[in-house]
């Protein structure tokens, strides 16, 4: 069993990782944080911290120290004067410990 394992009690499949972890965001408030070892990724809706956080450990081998997420609701919106509405989507903020980092700008393997 592997450390991340052995912590959050979480044991993703390689599949289900992918599933997760969506995509970064890139914003200028998420690219601040990264001074602060803090990185911004857009999850599932259905996605656990702890799965968030085996994920992230996993797939950018790095040791995360916290994940704190949010529910982004979806915004009203008018298409050709009707009203519609984009989809909620889930954000995790993912502390990372000191001296690790993630290069958002490389892809994954």
Excluded: C, H
């Amino acid at each position: 069993m592997s450390e991340a394992v052995a912590k959050t009690g979480v044991q993703l499949s390689a599949e289900r990782m992918y599933q997760v972890i969506v995509s970064p965001v890139v914003t200028e408030k998420a690219t601040r944080l990264n001074e602060f070892s803090q990185v911004t990724f857009r999850v599932a809706l259905d996605a656990t911290k702890p799965e968030i956080k085996a994920a992230v450990e996993k797939l950018f081998s790095v040791k995360v120290e916290a994940v704190n997420t949010v529910v982004m609701k979806g915004k009203t919106k008018r298409f050709r004067g009707r009203e519609g509405r984009r989809s909620d989507w889930k954000k995790a903020v993912v502390r990372l410990q000191a001296g690790q980092t993630i290069d958002l700008t490389t892809g994954l393997a």
